[in-house]
């Protein structure tokens, strides 16, 4: 039977490829070359893992430590390079990839976080950081709205209950690989559904000015 420690280092590495995968589609609609799509797809495949392993000081990140961690950008720049994952409709394939990434990185972000020492709250809170901070530095870095602040559908949400699923069952001490995996499946699910029926969430604000006040 698969532990969880294994379970976690699977899970890392898929979510890596899909986030990866996200990042090059990215760089390939925007014109990059290859090594930016290398680049852009290494730093929103690896940037919420870094930032999870530098919040919980655990010394150098695991993307710094362990070599496998950097295959899977590899192996996203190369599909995206030969055509082989729909560059041609490239935001609807970059959404589903960055979802997947999305409902893994807060199931994987969440163990981490607990298996630090971390309380509930913070590990999922730490969850959802991982989750998010990738895509977070893909989109600024490439002069995109950053999908966290989009309204058009629900982001950040799905990726905070599903930390919360994962935290809650590790304080209940029932949390099963099987559990980890049906968390980021529902995860997927809502992210999405919300994308294909325009789920919104309330705007900050009512209105807009258009005058600056």
Request: hydrophobic fraction near 55%; glycine fraction near 12%.
């Amino acid at each position: 039977m698969i532990d969880t420690a294994t379970t976690l280092l699977i899970l890392d590495l898929f979510g890596i490829f899909f986030f990866a995968v996200s990042g090059c589609l990215l760089a390939a609609r925007r014109n990059f070359d290859i090594v930016g799509s290398l680049l852009l797809g290494s730093l929103v495949g690896l940037g919420g893992g870094v930032m999870r392993d530098l919040i919980i000081d655990q010394g150098v990140p695991l993307a710094f430590t362990k070599p496998i961690y950097l295959l899977p950008p590899v192996v996203a720049a190369l599909l995206v390079f030969l055509h082989a994952l729909g560059v041609q409709r490239y935001r609807r394939t970059l959404l589903v990839f960055d979802a997947a990434g999305l409902a893994l990185f807060c199931v994987t972000g969440t163990l981490t976080a607990h298996a630090a020492g971390l309380n509930p709250v913070s590990a999922a809170l730490l969850g959802l950081t991982t989750a998010v901070g990738g895509g977070l530095l893909r989109d600024v870095v490439a002069n995109e709205v950053p999908q966290v602040f989009n309204p058009r559908g629900v982001y950040a949400i799905p990726a905070l209950l599903g930390a919360g699923l994962v935290s809650l069952f590790l304080s209940l001490g029932v949390f099963t690989p099987v559990l980890g995996c049906a968390v980021a499946l529902l995860v997927f699910a809502l992210r999405v559904l919300s994308l294909r029926y325009g789920w919104r969430i309330p705007l900050a604000g009512r209105t807009v000015s258009t005058n600056g006040d």
